[in-house]
């Protein structure tokens, strides 16, 4: 099992800029990815990065805004949200999956408690 621990969130404005974070620990794994819920609708996938090769991959909707990376030497995950608006407005988790290019909800078994993210309009 992996423990992960995000933070990061809070309350901006629209166009502004939040960095999420992702503290893992435990076992090993493959890709570290970002899901967000909002209210009344499915989790989806953000962004994902594999651990080992650094490759990165983002959802349509948000790749022109947002950019995920990572720290080796602190096991740490980042999201990085430029040019928010309302409708990122969601509960933002951070998982991993022993899947190398893992994008879908079911690939990851490991998730962090979630940090929420409100973007005013």
């Known amino acids: 099992q992996v423990q992960l621990v995000e933070s990061g969130g809070g309350l901006v404005e629209a166009g502004d800029s939040l960095k999420l974070s992702c503290v893992a620990s435990g076992r090993a794994f493959s890709t570290m990815g970002w899901f967000r819920q909002a209210p009344g609708k499915e989790r989806e996938f953000v962004a994902g990065?594999?651990?080992?090769?650094?490759?990165?991959f983002l959802a349509h909707v948000v790749k022109d805004r947002f950019t995920i990376s990572k720290d080796n030497a602190e096991n740490t995950g980042y999201l990085q949200m430029n040019s928010l608006k309302a409708e990122d407005t969601a509960v933002y988790y951070c998982?991993?999956?022993?899947?190398?290019?893992?994008?879908?909800?079911?690939?990851?078994?490991?998730w962090g408690q979630g940090t929420q993210v409100t973007v005013s309009s």
């Open positions: 998982a991993t999956s022993h899947s190398s290019h893992a994008t879908t909800r079911d690939e990851y078994d490991s």
């Open positions: 990065i594999a651990w080992i090769t650094d490759a990165t």
